[in-house]
């Protein structure tokens, strides 16, 4: 038995009709996707509540937002994870510098408020880190 493709963002192709088994096959990776991307999400949270609890610790010690030492630590080991689990070491990387870079931008807002209490506004005092990251603390 097929059912139709309702997807209609095709460029004005017609539908497609699909195979039912290839539907549910689709239907059970996608499921599995879902619960990937969310347990991505939630990862992601646990690691910006640890970097944000980080950067309040710089901040109250007067040490620099970024460590580059320890990001070269971490994209060396990184890249080696990624090597072992088959996952491209380049695209690895890419994803960890643009993850610490919104680290430090937070680091940078949270020494920033704590050097004026958070009065000048010069970094942005929204209460929240924009389309990506976690919320400000
Ligand atoms: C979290 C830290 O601050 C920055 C962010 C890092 C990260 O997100 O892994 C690593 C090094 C620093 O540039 C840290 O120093 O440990």
């Known amino acids: 038995m097929t059912i ?8 004005g192709t017609p539908a497609k009709e699909v195979d ?10 996608r499921d599995s996707i879902d619960n ?6 939630h990862m992601l949270a646990e690691r910006f509540k640890c970097t ?11 040490l620099p937002a970024a460590d580059p030492a320890r990001e070269a630590q ?15 070491p380049a695209f690895a990387e890419k994803l960890l510098n643009f993850i610490i870079a919104e680290v430090i931008r937070h680091h940078e807002r949270i020494a920033d408020n704590t ?3 958070g009065t000048t ?17």
């Open 115 to 117: 050097l004026n209490g």
């Open 121 to 137: 506004g010069t970094t942005g005092t929204t209460g929240t880190t924009g389309t990506t990251g976690a919320t400000d603390k």
């Open 20 to 29: 039912a088994d290839v539907r549910e096959e689709l239907t059970r990776l």
């Open 4 to 11: 139709s493709n309702t997807n209609e963002a095709n460029n």
């Open 52 to 62: 944000q609890r980080v950067g309040h610790l710089k901040a109250a010690h007067q």
């Open 36 to 41: 990937i991307d969310a347990a991505v999400v």
């Open 74 to 88: 971490q994209i060396n080991r990184l890249r080696g994870l990624a090597e072992s689990a088959k996952l491209d």
